[in-house]
């Protein structure tokens, strides 16, 4: 079984045992002044011990003065960050894995606060349009003095007892700024021709190349196509085949690996992708740049079933598959695989939790996972170091959403009794939902996921079943747990909400009201209204999008909405934010305008009402009441989103 995905392959004097490589990730780990942390010792550790071939680090910065991306990075611009990589290193090494350490600067795309500067460096002064922080063009002295840093840093790894170093030109950081014509606008010998943009990276490997000698391997990352139609310049950036050039230019200077990603920030959807993208989506980008190299090629493209990997090895599309997100959401992901339990892998459902958290992250929020709540935690939580001290005693867990469904695999790992009651006929409950709008299929993998764990652990459910205190009563539960999770709300201070014409989102996602061929408004447009929104243009209505904010999804994760809005963009839906939903009477629905306090009526066939949800407090006071070990878990706790359903029931399971 995957044969080629766990045949061992040299990356220069590197023999990686296996083909999975977890490619670099921020992960907010770092101690404070960008030591390596037990955190990350664990973190790391974790995902070699799941048998990954290859594990690269984060990136890390090789000057910390003008190039720090956040406060918990990894530096490596001093010896005294020797000793930590060197730990990490040896952690690694004590499951057979190897470890490669990503060097980076920022540039344009940095903070010039976090590093206390006016201004960031970059090939040339054009201000990032993601972070616009002010930019300026490096001098040459400036150049000179970078290349060094990225020559120290890249002995440093190597004197860590590291197996590799990586040097990042993908995504728009510096290097990448240099090799683009997007940003490079110079006019000297670092700009203008080919030649020229790839000069920074070229004295960059050769400084690097005579500091780690000729046996220690040194990877390249670049971004094989930047992708830019999706920031309206279609001509604008490098494209494939500009890439393939790129990657033959970096074998010809002697790197001993490409790992090919794509995109720059302005184009962060290609980088790392949301749930719009498909497994596979840019694997032109690394197979066409495999079929004009000889040496081995890493690829990411939202690369998930074992399967497919193994797929595109045997077609020689790739030598190493990568992925972040795959290794982040489940650690075990090769051996699962190796071992033939494919079926138990925890995938990695594209929310983008991971990337919106690490943007926000500090000491109190850090960086994390909706799937897999040990992400970052591990050298806290790990479910087979938990107490099993459960003793067979029964807990009552009501509901079967995400987070009745894992408080209930942590419980029975713990050796508890759960018994899961589920007044629906199916599991997942709202998470059941979010898997219907087009493109979300992908989210019902963590159902699948606890579904399956749940069987292997012969976990009791009892679907159809909406529990009452007296059927919790006769189970004489330990404890109960209350994951009854939410409900649209429905607002009683608006007139006529309960007109026949009028639905909630669910309604119209779980099928139970179809609408084909209708003038349809919906108001709201959260994440629940906005897809509710697209799966209604698909069915063939002509749909319209109410919002009372100033702006059309708020508090939304700009790269989810920017996903959303692309897809939703052809079937024409007329947006109308600053209305505030007044009254419906029959087709007439009536709006404030929340700036001029206007009337403003349309006429509308039918009407989805997206307002949020709310836990139902009554229904689930009573348990409160009849029991005295109650916990609530999930929305039913305070509403949110799978990162917390996922988080409570986990902590509720644990810390029982
Ligand atoms: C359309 C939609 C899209 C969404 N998309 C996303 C997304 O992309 N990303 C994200 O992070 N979040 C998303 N969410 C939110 C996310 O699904 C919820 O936050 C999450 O499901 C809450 O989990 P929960 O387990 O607390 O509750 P729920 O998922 O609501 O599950 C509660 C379960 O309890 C059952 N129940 C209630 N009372 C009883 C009873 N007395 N007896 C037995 N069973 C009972 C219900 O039937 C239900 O199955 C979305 C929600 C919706 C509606
Ligand atoms: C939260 C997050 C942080 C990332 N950090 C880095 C990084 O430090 N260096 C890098 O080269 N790529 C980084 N990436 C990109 C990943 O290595 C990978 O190319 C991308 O996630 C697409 O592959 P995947 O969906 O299989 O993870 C990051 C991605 C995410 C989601």
Redesign the pocket.
Known sequence: MYENLFSSKKIGTMTVPNRTVM????NYLADEGGFVSDKDIAFYGARAKGGTGLVIT??TVVDSKTGLGNDREIVVDDDKYIPGLKKLADEIHKYGSKLCV?I?HPGRQGIAVVNGVESMKSASATECQIVHQPTHEMTKEEIKDMVNKFAQAARRVKEAGADAVEL?G??GYLIGQFSSPYTNRRTDEYGGSFENRMRFFDEIIDAVRAEVGADFPIIA?FSVDEHMEYAGQPEAGLHLADGVEIGKHLEAKGVDALDV?SGIYETMNT???PVGFDQGWKIEGPASVKAAVKIPVIG?A??RDPEYAEELLKAEKLDFV?????FYADPEWSNKAKNGNACDIRK?I?C?Y??ES?MSANAERP?GCSVNFEAGKENQYQAEQLPKNGEGRTVAVIGAGPAGLEAARILAIRGFKPVVFEKQNRLGGQVYLASKPPKKERTAWLIDYEKGQLEKLGVEIRLGVEASVEDIKALNPYAVFVATGSNPVMPRSIKGLDGANVHTPVEILDGTVKLSGKKVCVVGSGMTGIETAELLSEQGNEVSVFEMADDIGPGLFFQNLIDVMSRIAPHNVAMYPKHRLVEISGNNVSFETTDTKETANFEFDEVVVSLGVAANKAANEQFAEAFDNVRFLGDALSTGRIEAAVRTGYLAAAEL
């Open positions: 490619t670099a990730m921020g984060e990136c990503q980076y990042h993908a995504h990352r990603s980088a790392w992708e990411v939202v690369i990568g992925s972040a997100r795959a990695c594209s983008l991971c990337m690490l960086m």
